[in-house]
Structure formats: structure tokens, C-alpha cells
């Protein structure tokens, strides 16, 4: 095992984005139907009441992972009966660590807001989850509209009672699984520690669990290295839906059990025990009729930490076959450990344990990594020191495996935000938007990015597409709206407003003789015409946010709905549907279904539809189904090569040629650990495919022979954003912001 040890009012609210954010234009309020949202606002901004103050203590609750769903009304009746008892706690704040609801659906917020008492509402502080984000049609503005600003701060209590500043941290991803803080969060959340009175310890909460097997935030070492210079002595988290305490870089780590199914939340008193000031937490178990037992759990300290186990500065080099690692390490070490970090885990928990150091004189460790079996390129080598009482210090720190002569990256060109979406190859410019609302135009060669024109939308999260004769780039936003911009020169030409954020890919097809754009936004498909004017729109259960695929006589969409839907190009009539899984509640037809899916043509009047479960080949005409393929092919996009051999991918990396006619599978191999939405890119010959992993990893797979080899780990960000080919260059995008050069020749 990668060893752990186990063991008044606010004052202040600074918030990373503008307080009272609400939905936007046209209020996005009808994604919910009459009522959805209406009255739940109250109470939003209030600052949590004083408790306690006679007795100068302070006392707050926590609890995580809640879970509301409209489909099983126990588990809300459990909520009820939890509130119900947090209230009678008359606790001066309330921290939801996320997953407030299954899906973020706006019903799932009115029937969480209704197990709520209302004297108890404006003391609830919420981060969201993985759950709001995944599945979210509204990229947060349903969220922001209920609970205010995802990532937040203020102050409980005053000095003479020893205050304590609590920050709210929101790392999730629109329309992604995994976390992510990125630079402009780590800068809002060092200003806003600085600022804290010396003196007064900080506290964080949000939904992933941190450091050691926690793999849910690919760049958590980034957050370590922001918060250790100030006093930062607890967070408390959930997601993994068990309690696990952790002590590491000067601060103690709580998580708690799922109060979704499981009547429990969390006590937390602010005492002064031998040691000092410590935030003591009792677990609080609620009976079925009503009663409460209270167990002892975990104990925080607010003191200062010894300063004698860290920070590390260890020292890692490439040395042929292996990593060396030399570690200076302060008095209170007593053993070191270091570990590859793991690239290829996504979004979970990894337990190698880590390879002991040798200590060499009294200040110092050294060792080696064995590093032969992973390919060139960047890496990351984990570094933990541990103190006889247990405590533990951690660090991650990057190394450049091999030489630049395979594969190298040429360059790296900063777009900012996270280029989420697809690249776009238009003419001779690769085309890169991202969250940041971005959209930059390239014109790469091997020297360079060579940037034509920059333009600022609003965020962008899947990629945009060209026109048929590549004189425009049609842009989704999250701003709510279509946009087409002249390719040369980036001039919006026209702007279709959708009235909810577009998250889905823009397909330009041609239905008689005629352009056509077809795009879904939230519960709708739109067909526009090349000035951006409406020909029809159809209703689309749920969410899309996908690709739909059209031959010029009918649409096909993946729905939220668990269904596959197909319309008439010309009149959006519903002509057929496919029910995809038999799963029975909205939450689970909505994950087990195709929302996601790029939905692609076959030949011979086929469709391929995918889901979490399988690829499904249908008949275009009637909806049939032909043949399907077992395994979770709804994110990477398929690539069809040719009348009689079509690539599939699923999300664990395995790749298969298939004979699109019947699903004959002529090989599977094994590529990237992890793949999700950057689908595969041909090589200038068509012999090979290019695919990068969710990890960065770039492989190389022989069509002919169906071999696979792994050439280099780019990056250590996560994309999900499918590359382009220009040359002998492939242009990949990440969610560190870059659109990154690798030389193919």
C-alpha cells in the first residue's frame, strides 16, 4: 500500500467568479419546466449564523455525496430525516462536499432543496461534484443559479472564539469525469489565503479526495505547491463514499461515507485539547425515527505542524533505463519512498506501493526507479516522506525520459483555458478553442504556431467544424449560441443564439443540394441554414452532446434518454427510434445511453450508435439492428476507412477492426491505458493510426498487421480533444491549455 497514517458567522465571502450568478439568456430555466429552480435561490449569499456564541465555541456540520434522485424517494426520505437532525444540531454553517444529485438534472435540485428546512438553508455551503458536471446540458448555470459561485471563501467566527477560514474549491470538468484545478483557480485560491489574518488556520472542502492513491485531480501537485506556504491544516472531502483520515504536508484529510442511502453526516466542534486547537469530528448515524448515536472519528489539528519533514526539493534525473533520485530530507524523516507516478490512471486510485530510498549520511536518500519499460517523453515521479509518528510529506516532481530523436514535440503554444473540443483543420490553419472562450487559428510548421488570428467567445467545449468549401468555422459556445467566423481572418459573420449553452459537435451536411448545419443544444436539435436561420428543430429527450451523423435524408442523434433517434433532414419528423440499454430510471438511461456518442455513417445504409456498453450497428431506414460490439465505445470516435473496415476504440484503450457490414472483428489490440472523446488520426499513407490516450500517451497502430506501439507520453495533462494532421506534423490539444507539435517524420 502507498502508506497513509490514520489516525460565529462568516465574515468574508470572496468568490472566483461574480456572486448571484443565475442562468442565463432566455434563462435556461426551461430545461426544467414550469417551476424548476423557482424558490430555491432564497437564502443564496446569506452569510450561516453565529452558534454558539455564548459558549465561544464553534460548531458546523459536513456531510458528502447526497446523491437526490427523484427516482428513489428513500434516499430522500433519508435526507429529510438527516437535515432534520442537522438542524436541531443549530450548527453555525453547513459543508456539502458534492454529488448534491445524481445527474444535475434541475428536478434532482427542486427535490434536494425540499429535504432541506428552510431555517436551515441559508447555513448550507455546497461545492459541486463529479454528478453535477458529467451529465450537466447547462456547463453550470443550473448549479450557479441554486448554490452561487462553485469555488468561494469566508471566515467563521472572530478571533477572541479563533476563527477559521473556510474555502470551497471546485475542480470538476464540464461534461468530464475527472478533476482539474488549472492555473487561474491555484492564482484565485493563493490570493485569497494570503489575505487570511495571521493567525486564523483555513480549511478546505471540495469533492475529490487528495494526495497519496488519490488519482482524481490530475494536478494536485500543483494545488500542494499553492497552499504550503500559508496555514492550511484541514480538507474535508468525499466521492469515494467511504471515511479515510490521511495526515500529509502539514494538514489532516477527512472523508466521509455517502449520506446517499446512508443516514450519517458529520460533527465538527472547534476545541482546545493538550495540543492546542483542534477541530474534533464525530460521526452522527440517524435512525429511522429520528434518533441520533455520535462516534468518535477523527480530530484535526489547527496548531502549527513541526516544521522538521518538509518541504521536499528532491532531485530526479534520467539515467538511460532508470530514474535517479536523490532527496535531501529534513531531521524529522525517518524513510523516503518514490513511485512512477501513475500516468495511465484516470479519474481513480492507485496502490503501487513506493520503492524505499536508501538513507545516505544524515540529511540525504537516494535511489533509482526502474524506467525501462515506459516510452520517451515527459513523466512524473512521485516522492513521500514519512515520520516515526506516521506523518507524511509528498511531492511530485516532472522528468524528461530519452532523447528528442522519436517522435519529438517541437512545440507548445498556449491557447489558455483547456482546449477541450476537437482541433479543426481548415485549408492550411489548425484551428484550437477553448474554455477560456478562445478560438486561435494556427498556421503550424515545424519551426512554429505561427498564429493567424485570435478571437474571444464565450467557452467553448467541443470542437468546431468547417464549412463545405472552408470559408467558415462553426463554433459552439457555452455562451448559448452558434458561431461562424470567417476562417481567415476570425470576423464573426453570423450568430445563431440556441437560448441554452451548445456543448455539442457541429455537423455540416448537405440535404438537397442545399448546406445545412445540424447542431443539438440541451433538449433540442436544430437544422440552420448557412446564414444561421432555423429550418426546423426537433426535441432531443434529455441532452446531446455528442456528434449527429446525416446522409442528406435523415439526422441520427444519440438522446440522454438511453435512445437513438432518427429525423427527416428536411422536416426534423421523427422517423424511428432505438432504445440502447434497459436500464430503467432517468439517471441510469441517461449514463448507459449514447449522449456522448459521435454518432457515424456505415455503408450499406448502416448507422453506428455506441454506448457505455456497446458499439450498435443499425439500419439507417428502419432503426433494425445489425450487429453490435460489447465494450464502452460511446466516447471515442470511430474512424471508417474505406467501404469494408471500420476502427473502434473503447474507453480502456482497446482498439478493434471491424468489418462494418456484419462486426467481424479482424483485431483487437491493446493501445493507451485510457481513452476518452480524442479519437484516432490517419497517417499520410492511410497504413497507420495515430491515437492519444486520455494520458497523453501517443500510439502508433499498423492497420495492416494490427500491432500497436506506445512512442511517447507527450504530456502528463489529460486531452480529450481529437488531433489533426498537417504534413507530418500532428497538432494535439490538452487541458493544460496548449496545443502541443509532434513531428511524425
Known amino acids: 500500500m502507498w502508506r497513509v497514517s490514520t489516525d460565529p458567522a462568516p465574515a468574508t465571502s470572496t468568490p472566483l467568479e461574480p456572486a448571484g450568478a443565475r442562468l442565463?439568456?432566455?434563462?435556461?430555466?426551461?430545461?426544467?419546466?414550469?417551476?424548476?429552480l423557482l424558490g430555491l435561490a432564497g437564502g443564496l449569499g446569506t452569510a450561516p449564523a453565529a452558534a454558539h456564541a455564548e459558549t465561544g465555541s464553534l460548531r458546523f456540520v459536513v456531510l458528502t455525496d447526497t446523491h437526490a434522485d427523484v427516482d428513489v424517494p428513500t434516499n430522500l426520505d433519508n435526507l429529510r430525516r438527516v437535515f432534520t437532525a442537522v438542524e436541531a444540531e443549530q450548527p453555525a454553517f453547513v459543508l456539502n462536499c458534492g454529488d448534491i444529485t445524481e445527474y444535475g438534472a434541475v428536478s434532482e435540485y427542486d427535490a434536494y432543496r425540499a429535504t432541506v428546512p428552510d431555517t436551515l438553508w441559508p447555513l448550507l455551503q455546497h461545492v459541486p461534484g463529479n454528478h453535477e458536471a458529467r451529465w450537466d446540458p447547462t456547463a453550470g448555470a443550473a448549479y450557479r443559479a441554486v448554490f452561487g459561485p462553485p469555488s468561494f471563501s469566508f471566515t467563521a467566527g472572530g478571533p477572541e472564539r479563533g476563527g477559521l477560514h473556510v474555502v470551497g474549491l471546485d475542480p470538476t470538468q464540464v461534461l468530464q469525469e475527472p478533476g482539474l484545478f488549472g492555473p487561474d483557480l491555484l492564482r484565485w485560491l493563493a490570493d485569497d489565503l494570503a489575505a487570511v489574518p495571521a493567525g486564523t488556520p483555513s480549511l478546505l472542502f471540495l469533492h475529490y479526495p487528495l494526495g497519496g492513491r488519490n488519482l482524481y485531480v490530475n494536478d494536485t501537485e500543483a494545488l500542494l505547491k499553492t497552499i504550503e506556504p500559508f496555514d492550511v491544516r484541514g480538507v474535508f472531502a468525499g466521492h469515494v463514499h467511504r471515511e479515510e483520515v490521511t495526515r500529509f504536508n502539514g494538514l489532516t484529510q477527512v472523508t466521509g461515507r455517502a449520506t446517499k442511502g446512508n443516514p450519517v453526516y458529520y460533527?465538527?466542534?472547534?476545541?482546545?485539547?493538550?495540543?492546542?486547537?483542534?477541530?474534533?469530528?464525530a460521526?452522527?448515524?440517524?435512525?429511522?425515527?429520528?434518533?441520533?448515536?455520535?462516534?468518535?472519528?477523527?480530530v484535526i489539528p489547527l496548531a502549527d505542524p513541526a516544521a522538521d519533514l518538509g518541504p521536499l526539493r528532491p532531485r530526479v534525473r534520467a539515467d538511460g533505463d532508470r530514474f535517479t533520485l536523490t532527496v535531501p530530507a529534513l531531521r524529522g524523516v525517518q524513510e523516503v519512498g518514490a513511485r512512477i507516478y501513475p500516468q495511465g490512471v484516470f479519474g481513480g486510485t492507485d496502490d503501487t506501493p513506493p520503492?524505499?530510498?536508501?538513507?545516505?549520511?544524515?540529511?540525504?536518500?537516494?535511489?533509482?526507479?526502474?524506467?525501462?519499460?515506459?516510452?520517451?517523453?515527459?513523466?512524473?515521479?512521485?516522492?513521500?516522506?514519512?515520520?516515526?509518528?506516521?506523518?507524511?510529506?509528498?511531492?511530485?516532481?516532472?522528468?524528461?525520459?530519452?532523447g528528442q530523436e522519436d517522435l519529438p514535440v517541437l512545440w507548445s503554444h498556449r491557447v489558455g483555458g483547456r482546449v477541450q473540443g476537437a482541433?479543426?483543420?481548415?485549408?492550411?490553419?489548425?484551428?484550437?478553442?477553448?474554455s477560456s472562450g478562445a478560438v486561435e487559428a494556427l498556421r503550424p510548421t515545424a519551426d512554429g504556431p505561427h498564429p493567424v488570428w485570435r478571437r474571444r467567445l464565450g467557452p467553448v467545449y467541443r470542437g468546431p467544424a468547417p464549412s463545405a468549401d472552408q470559408s467558415t468555422?462553426?463554433?459552439?459556445?457555452?455562451?448559448?449560441?452558434?458561431?461562424?467566423?470567417?476562417?481567415?481572418?476570425?470576423?464573426?459573420?453570423?450568430?445563431?443564439?440556441?437560448?441554452?449553452?451548445?456543448?455539442?459537435?457541429?455537423?455540416v451536411a448537405e440535404v438537397d443540394g442545399a448546406e445545412t448545419v445540424l447542431i443539438a443544444a440541451g433538449p433540442t436539435l436544430f437544422c440552420l441554414d448557412p446564414g444561421g436561420r432555423v429550418r426546423w428543430q426537433a426535441p432531443v429527450p434529455v441532452m446531446s452532446a455528442g456528434r449527429v451523423a446525416c446522409d442528406g435524408e435523415l439526422v441520427v442523434v444519440g438522446a440522454g434518454d438511453g435512445r437513438a433517434y432518427a429525423h427527416d433532414a428536411r422536416t426534423g419528423e421523427r422517423r424511428w427510434s432505438f432504445d440502447t440499454t434497459t436500464r430503467t430510471t432517468a439517471y441510469t438511461r441517461l449514463i448507459y445511453g449514447p449522449w456522448d456518442d459521435t454518432v457515424e455513417l456505415l455503408p450499406d445504409g448502416g448507422v453506428l450508435v455506441s454506448?457505455?456498453?456497446?458499439?450498435?450497428?443499425?439500419?439507417?431506414?428502419?432503426?433494425?439492428?445489425?450487429?453490435?460490439?460489447?465494450?464502452?465505445?460511446?466516447?471515442?470516435?470511430?474512424?471508417?476507412?474505406?467501404?469494408?473496415?471500420?476502427?473502434?476504440?473503447?474507453?480502456?484503450?482497446?482498439?478493434?477492426?471491424?468489418?462494418?457490414?456484419?462486426?467481424?472483428?479482424?483485431?483487437t489490440l491493446a493501445t493507451a491505458p485510457r481513452a476518452f472523446n480524442a479519437g484516432p488520426v490517419l497517417s499520410e499513407d492511410g497504413r497507420t493510426a495515430w491515437l492519444v490516450g486520455v494520458a497523453g500517451l501517443l500510439t502508433e497502430i499498423d492497420l495492416t498487421t494490427g500491432t500497436a506501439t506506445r512512442r511517447r507520453q507527450l504530456f502528463t495533462a489529460n486531452t480529450f480533444s481529437t488531433p489533426v494532421r498537417v504534413g507530418e506534423l500532428l497538432l494535439v490539444g490538452a487541458q493544460d491549455g496548449s496545443v502541443h507539435a509532434v513531428d511524425l517524420g
Open 473 to 507: 468555422l462553426l463554433v459552439p459556445s457555452a455562451d448559448a449560441a452558434l458561431h461562424a467566423l470567417d476562417a481567415a481572418t476570425g470576423e464573426e459573420r453570423w450568430r445563431a443564439d440556441l437560448g441554452v449553452p451548445v456543448l455539442s459537435a457541429p455537423l
Open 355 to 402: 520503492t524505499p530510498l536508501r538513507r545516505r549520511g544524515r540529511g540525504l536518500f537516494s535511489g533509482e526507479l526502474a524506467a525501462g519499460a515506459l516510452p520517451a517523453g515527459t513523466h512524473r515521479v512521485q516522492v513521500q516522506a514519512r515520520a516515526a509518528d506516521g506523518r507524511l510529506w509528498e511531492t511530485t516532481v516532472p522528468v524528461e525520459r530519452g
Open 423 to 434: 482541433l479543426a483543420l481548415v485549408g492550411d490553419l489548425v484551428v484550437a478553442a477553448s
Open 24 to 36: 442565463g439568456r432566455r434563462g435556461f430555466l426551461g430545461l426544467a419546466g414550469a417551476g424548476g
Open 283 to 298: 460521526r452522527v448515524e440517524v435512525a429511522p425515527d429520528g434518533s441520533t448515536r455520535a462516534t468518535a472519528y477523527a
Open 267 to 281: 460533527r465538527v466542534e472547534r476545541v482546545e485539547d493538550a495540543t492546542g486547537p483542534v477541530l474534533r469530528v
Open 611 to 667: 454506448t457505455v456498453a456497446a458499439a450498435i450497428a443499425l439500419d439507417r431506414r428502419t432503426g433494425v439492428e445489425r450487429w453490435r460490439r460489447a465494450g464502452s465505445h460511446v466516447y471515442t470516435p470511430s474512424l471508417l476507412l474505406g467501404d469494408d473496415a471500420l476502427l473502434v476504440v473503447d474507453e480502456r484503450g482497446l482498439a478493434a477492426l471491424l468489418d462494418p457490414a456484419d462486426g467481424t472483428v479482424r483485431w
